[in-house]
């Protein structure tokens, strides 16, 4: 999914409603754009790109 940049002006009274934006969207739309917003805060914050986590299990052996 590409998603383009736009910029809009609105005055501050006449501003568009998110909610309504979002409803618009399919369930496939909304969660793509959200792990895109997550992969970029990951890339931001902690400066590399997140992947699956190891899980491990600790056995105790006698």
Avoid: H
């Amino acid at each position: 999914m590409d998603i383009s940049k736009v910029i809009k002006k609105y005055k501050f009274n006449e501003q568009p409603n998110d909610f309504l934006f979002w409803q618009s969207k399919s369930y496939e739309e909304r969660l793509d754009a959200l792990e895109q917003i997550r992969k970029e805060y990951n890339s931001w914050r902690y400066n590399a790109e997140q992947g699956f986590q190891r899980i491990y299990r600790i056995v105790k052996r006698t």
